[in-house]
């Protein structure tokens, strides 16, 4: 996601954050000056599980 902004980018991966909490399942987050990109993988299981999916569900849905 591209901000235009650094305080946007972060108050973005704090709700990702805060949602990665709830569903006990934390992606790798990079973000900087105007961007944060989230990488989602099940790393016990090798790849991607249901979890990072309705992992990243529930990200989509800090954009509606």
Do not use: M
């Not at 099940?42 to 599980?49: E, I, L, M, Q, S």
């Not at 529930?58 to 954009?63: C, D, M, R, S, T």
Request: net charge negative; charged share 30%.
């Amino acid at each position: 996601q591209a901000y235009r902004y650094r305080p946007e980018s972060l108050a973005f991966v704090n709700k990702v954050g805060a949602v990665a909490e709830e569903l006990d399942h934390h992606p790798d987050i990079t973000f900087g000056w105007g961007y944060a990109e989230i990488e989602s993988t099940t790393h016990d299981r090798g790849g991607t599980t249901d979890k990072d999916f309705e992992l990243a569900g529930k990200i989509e849905e800090l954009f509606l």
